[in-house]
DNA sequence: TTGGACGTCAACTAGATAGTTGGTTTACAA
DNA sequence: TTGTAAACCAACTATCTAGTTGACGTCCAA
């Protein structure tokens, strides 16, 4: 019934490996041959499990997305504590935001693609933290505010050189920055 | 003396059509063949007038920053309206926006190019202009808060899907979204 | 023990792509 | 008018790349 010889390592190598390889290049700078070198595989093993290059970048940023989502506790009653928590998490995992950013880039469309509904469910579960943290109902302006707050945690980690660009060698004083930035959500959200 | 037939005609057209180009398909994503024909040039003078694909989107790039600087006065002493006029002109500009996050992805290292000293100068005025309407001496706190503000103005252009995922049809909301943005720096710098 | 289904891989292919080359045209100076 | 330097372009090439194929190895059920 399961006459397997390694799938499941095949298959986790391979993630990992299109992982770096995605993140450093992007979907059209990466490589199908650097990816299944890295991973010590063949090539063909790439279109054995995932199809090919595109839905092999799809489960590495949904792989991403669900570490993420099981590392960082949801806002709830301290949103600041929650940037604070993000803002380090981005600074620690780069390629995640990288992933992320191409990601972001594959598409143009107004339109939201299809099989994107666990992403609804899971931001449609921290603006409900985030509201009931503050004893509110969930609203529109809720939803704008997480929607800010991410931004704020994610930007530093997505134009590293622009922070270096403004803030020159202070750029690595990471405690000044997240210090700064949740004085300013604190002032904000009083 | 100068036996040209229409040099700057063919840069121009060769620059828009690049403009387009990269701020779709990023630079290993572009065509050069794609230039050529939307600018109705041969391909030949790419690297005539640019010598690479590379060197090409640099100059989009330059261009690209150029116009922005031209046309966005400084923060002087009235950040919060700085930051509303910044996002709407990432929004009306989402070539722009999506050019900064294929550059930003194309670097990995800590250090600072070579060649951006005219971007460091740009910032270094934005920093001062901020510190000088808030009537303080600019400082690293001045810089931060600078890249603080370009990030929450930049971060909804950057992200238009995370937008219609945690907003929903409300993300062609921009004038809520800018109120809210205004409300939060106002909140913040108070 | 054995048959077959599935995992693995080396080698292959068809098509695309950045960059080049050699010749032609244009505009101006003399 | 004519020499010439630079702009222009069609056609070419060497290389690279995503994806395929067919042969072989491995595991398990019967």
Not at 13 to 38: H, K, N, Q, S
Request: aromatic fraction near 6%; charge should be negative; hydrophobic fraction near 45%.
């Amino acid at each position: 019934m399961s006459p397997k010889v390694s799938t499941a390592a095949t298959r986790a190598a391979l993630l990992e490996a299109a992982r770096e390889e995605f993140a450093a290049y992007g979907v059209a700078g990466a490589r199908v041959d650097r990816i299944a070198e890295r991973a010590g595989v063949n090539k063909e093993r790439i279109y054995g499990h995932f199809g090919n290059k595109e839905k092999l970048f799809d489960a590495v940023i949904n792989e991403a997305l669900d570490d993420l989502t099981s590392q960082i506790a949801l806002p709830g009653a301290d949103p600041v504590d929650y940037v604070a928590r993000l803002t380090d998490y981005y600074r620690r995992h780069p390629d995640l935001v990288r992933l992320l950013m191409w990601e972001a880039l594959n598409y143009r469309g107004q339109e939201l693609l299809p099989g994107q509904e666990a992403r609804v469910e899971r931001c449609a579960r921290k603006a409900a933290s985030l509201a009931e943290g503050r004893g509110e109902e969930p609203s529109k302006a809720t939803a704008r505010t997480l929607f800010t707050l991410t931004g704020l945690a994610l930007f530093p980690a997505m134009m590293p050189q622009l922070g270096r660009i403004i803030l020159g060698d202070e750029a690595d004083d990471h405690d000044a920055l997240r210090d700064q930035l949740t004085a300013f959500v604190t002032a904000a959200l009083k």
